[in-house]
């Protein structure tokens, strides 16, 4: 990528390179990592809003009962000492308890990881084979019919609330599917029987997710097929005598593959947090509801441990990318 | 029959007619040139003869390649031609290799694609058996193609190109951007390939002495026509249209007493100057830059006088452009001293800004080097108003480009460089580095990237500016013919040390060491000894 540094023919063992390109990331990753812990401190003692103010709403409640929650919670301290004791716990694992549900935070995020994981995961898998395939053939016949009417509809579809798309979806096909959650409370506890309520309860959210975000990965496939299609040594593979759809195959698109790969992967870490808006919606248990329900309070704690697991993604995405196109990009590997 | 056959080909594109009516022939053994400058539709004549010109291009007449009518071939038996009955050997190694795909797999491509019933293995081994024929060890095939340098490359093309065993090679300027060395071997295989198969080739080239090399007859072209053909011989020694004539004179014949310090150029016949040559003004002392554990320059020494023109010449990687940088204060050295008026160049600054004034860069490619954006009145200012230049900034550009001989230069301001054409553009770099007044002028390949017709301009314009302001110049090239042309005195560079340096005509004509006569034996070397001028 364009950080790496430029080293004009340096001979050096190639594993001694990768073990300081490997650690120059993974250090970079952990001191993001670092950041990311302060930060989510600090920016929701920002937040408008009391949590004990909202915890005792439509309560009679005296000053004393609110200096004894205070003290509870720790909220009386100096920020300085309340930071002081959110890293430390943070050290040890802990993430603190969340002052709606009354669990640790920990458990909490954890038995929401997975929806969200199903979710997402399954979304962006059919966003990017989706995009991908739309933006080849874009690229393939550019300024064709095709190019126009795709290019459209997925900025169209682009720039469509997500909220607004999932309620629509919800009255066009109006009772089709389930309007919420992940399983109906009565379906048999087997596994097959699970299964098949889930994927039922997950078509509307996957439906709205994918139309919202696959349009990026088409237009980045098509601009970067596009670049590819006019490099000289295609025609070197059409004067070997390669058919059209060979040279495209093996020569065009693996190429445009590269960038496209390294953005799949850093947008990977942001569609965990773009989730939110699909799960509020949908009242899908996962991360993104979670993050909503804790923006209510506000639950400090709460937000604090999902901001930390979304931003994680996000970090963990970018240096899962960066590794990746090393290993893809032979020109990356030599510098 | 011939192998190839091409009559009254003519090439439309949308907005151009390309190729106006060409006639060739290329026997078995035997190799024609193609000569012509940039834009006279020799490329486009070559991607004809294997139908690769884009949609938009209209062809006409006949095209015949080893006995079959390109023109009229359908798609099938046609891409079954490519490769395995002609094979082409592009421009630019760098572009024409894909550079993600180790490149055994890229000359194993058309092997297996035209005979699907070799199997993997046996791919494998006529891919060693190829490199070994380009002299490559065969592990190189699987390196990918950055790793390899711009004369491995060109092997690795050449590879791929007889990979099928064709009947006729196609070369588009297979040399272009290698160092003389190199630009010899390529020459001698590919010569040698076409007298060992008895197979045809067409070479195609801008560089007359190239094709005097390797051909034994020349198509000189201008504008899309054949403007005159015959034997290398004739052609060179007695050309009678006016183009051959600007392409024999472009390429000055090293020792030849007329050609010193006398470019080719239609304008005032460039004066000596050599009497200006005054005291030292910069000096380099045992100068050493590393990258990493890679030692580009290793104590080289060099000095130039004020107003004299001193050429540093040797192959690529030599270190040339690296010690060039130094003298510029871009890179800082890792021992020894580069020393201005006797004075060390300081390292950081106020001093090394002044530095930077006092010596100027002409880089390589003026395409490159100007931003396609900015008004040729915007490009000769920004020194002025990086150094804070007091004036007329306006005023002071006008006057640089007079001084670089773009008159008026009203004419020139409001351009953009994609209206100029590349002399022009050589000329508003040359004046953005003369706006700042400087000592000394450093020109990386000054006339590298430039068409034939237009290097003998610039580099009189040199020769010119050194008589009217006394201008020193460092001119570095890997072309011993720029520095028979313009320079008073050569340094020889090879792997970072002086091999030898000296006055022109002594180095170039009696050179001490065994180096330099080897650089001075690669010169394509034309069979002309006498021409009219």
């Known amino acids: 990528m364009s950080d790496a540094p430029v080293v004009v023919a340096v001979e050096r063992p190639r594993r001694r390179r990768l073990g300081r390109y490997v650690a120059g990331k993974v250090g970079g990753a952990l001191l993001s990592l670092g950041l990311i812990a302060v930060l989510g401190f600090l920016l929701f003692r920002a937040l408008p809003g009391d949590p004990v103010t909202t915890m005792t709403r439509g309560r009679p409640v005296s000053a004393a009962q609110i200096a004894e929650l205070e003290a509870a919670y720790g909220l009386d301290r100096p920020l300085i000492e309340q930071f002081w004791s959110y890293l430390a716990d943070l050290a040890r694992g802990d993430l603190g308890m969340s002052y709606t549900f009354r669990v640790p935070v920990a458990d909490k995020i954890a038995e929401r990881v997975g929806p969200t994981l199903l979710l997402v995961g399954t979304g962006t898998l059919l966003a990017v084979a989706l995009g991908l395939w739309l933006g080849t053939r874009s690229a393939w016949r550019r300024g064709g019919r095709f190019d126009k009417a795709a290019t459209g509809v997925a900025l169209g579809l682009w720039s469509v609330p997500t909220f607004w798309l999932g309620l629509l979806l919800l009255s066009w096909t109006s009772g089709l599917f389930p309007s919420g959650g992940i399983t109906y409370p009565d379906t048999p506890p087997d596994f097959w029987s699970q299964a098949v309520d889930t994927a039922h309860h997950m078509v509307l959210p996957v439906i709205t997710f994918v139309a919202v975000v696959y349009a990026q990965y088409q237009l980045v496939m098509r601009a970067s097929l596009v670049e590819e299609l006019s490099a000289p040594h295609l025609l070197t593979a059409r004067a070997k005598g390669l058919r059209e759809d060979q040279v495209l195959r093996r020569h065009a698109v693996p190429n445009a593959l590269l960038p496209t790969v390294t953005l799949v992967f850093l947008h990977l870490g942001l569609v965990v947090s773009g989730a939110i808006t699909v799960e509020t919606v949908f009242s899908w248990p996962g991360l993104g509801l979670l993050t909503f329900e804790a923006l209510r309070g506000p639950d400090l704690p709460l937000l604090q441990g999902t901001f930390l697991v979304l931003a994680a993604a996000v970090v963990l995405a970018n240096l899962a990318a960066d590794l990746l196109y090393r290993v893809l990009d032979p020109r990356v590997r030599a510098s | ?533």
């Open chain 2, 1 to 533: 029959m011939s192998l190839l056959r091409v009559r009254d080909l003519h090439v439309r594109y949308p907005s151009e007619h390309a190729v106006r009516g060409v006639d060739l022939d290329v026997e078995a053994g035997e190799t024609l040139g193609l000569a012509g400058e940039s834009g006279c539709g020799k490329s486009t004549v070559a991607l004809s003869l294997l139908r690769l010109l884009p949609r938009t291009a209209a062809v006409s007449g006949e095209i015949s390649v080893d006995g079959e009518d390109v023109t009229t071939l359908n798609w099938g038996r046609l891409r079954a031609l490519r490769w395995a009955r002609a094979s082409v050997v592009f421009q630019g190694a760098m572009h024409a290799l894909n550079p993600v795909r180790r490149v055994g797999e890229q000359i194993a491509e058309p092997i297996r694609l035209h005979d699907p019933t070799v199997t993997a293995a046996q791919a494998r081994a006529r891919v060693a058996d190829l490199l070994a024929q380009v002299e490559l060890p065969a592990e190189r095939a699987r390196a990918y193609p950055h790793e390899l340098s711009g004369g491995q490359k060109q092997r690795v093309m050449i590879a791929m190109a007889l990979a099928c065993g064709p009947r006729l090679i196609v070369a588009d300027e297979p040399t272009t951007a290698l160092d003389v060395v190199v630009q010899a071997q390529v020459l001698d295989l590919l010569s040698g390939v076409v007298a060992e198969r008895g197979i045809g080739m067409l070479l195609i080239s801008h560089d007359l002495a190239v094709l005097a090399r390797v051909c034994g007859r020349l198509a000189v072209m201008d504008a899309g026509r054949v403007v005159e053909s015959g034997p290398t011989g004739r052609v060179v020694a007695e050309p009678a249209h006016p183009r051959t004539r600007a392409l024999v004179a472009a390429f000055p014949a090293v020792g030849e007493p007329r050609h010193r310090r006398a470019p080719a150029t239609t304008g005032e016949p460039a004066p000596a100057g050599v009497d200006r040559v005054g005291g030292e003004l910069l000096r380099v002392e045992g100068l050493r830059v590393r990258f990493g554990d890679t030692v580009a320059v290793d104590g080289a020494d060099l000095d130039v006088r004020a107003g004299e023109i001193v050429a540093l010449v040797g192959q690529s990687g030599s270190g040339k452009t690296t010690l060039a940088r130094a003298v510029l204060g871009l890179v800082r050295p890792d021992g020894g001293r580069v020393l201005l008026d006797g004075r060390a160049v300081p390292a950081r600054g106020r001093g090394l800004r002044e530095h930077r004034r006092q010596v100027q860069w002409v880089p390589q490619d003026p395409t490159s080097a100007l931003n396609p954006r900015h008004r040729v009145a915007d490009a000769v200012a920004e020194g002025l108003r990086v150094h804070r230049v007091p004036g007329d900034h306006a005023a002071l550009a006008a006057a640089a480009l007079a001084e670089a001989e773009l008159r008026p230069p009203e004419r020139y301001l409001p351009a953009l460089p994609h209206e100029l054409s590349g002399g022009q553009r050589q000329r508003v770099v040359i004046a953005a580095a003369l706006a700042l007044a400087p000592r000394l002028l450093v020109a990386d390949e000054p006339v590298a990237s430039l068409d034939a017709s237009v290097r003998g301009e610039i580099l009189a314009l040199l020769l010119r500016l050194r008589a009217r302001l006394g201008l020193a110049a460092l001119v570095i090239t890997h072309d011993l013919g720029v520095a028979w042309t313009v320079a008073d005195r050569v340094v020889v560079l090879r792997a970072g040390r002086v091999v030898e340096s000296g006055p022109v005509e002594r180095v170039l004509t009696d050179p001490a060491q065994a180096y330099t006569r080897s650089l001075l034996a690669a010169i394509p070397r034309a069979r002309w000894a006498s021409r009219p001028t």
